[in-house]
């Protein structure tokens, strides 16, 4: 599948599931109901990867 084809199925499905939940919610609740989407159209997909972040000497443990 060519790439543009594949980003633009998948903004589609995105804009499906922001329709379905409305505005106002975390980034974090959307990317989860997308990963949940994008398998039952057979598009495999990741979900965020933890990085470490060192801030100084705080480790916020954010780092997304």
């Known amino acids: 599948m060519e790439f543009e084809d594949l ?5 589609g499905f995105a804009i ?8 106002g919610l975390s980034e ?3 990317e989860g ?5 994008l398998p039952k159209k ?6 965020q990867k933890e990085i ?4 100084e000497e705080l480790n916020p443990e954010c780092g997304y």
């Open 7 to 11: 980003s633009g199925q998948i903004m």
């Open 16 to 23: 499906e599931v922001h329709k379905i939940l409305d505005p």
């Open 33 to 37: 109901c997308l990963a949940y989407e």
């Open 42 to 47: 057979k598009i495999s997909c990741e979900r």
């Open 52 to 55: 470490p972040v060192l801030y």
């Open 28 to 30: 974090f609740t959307y």
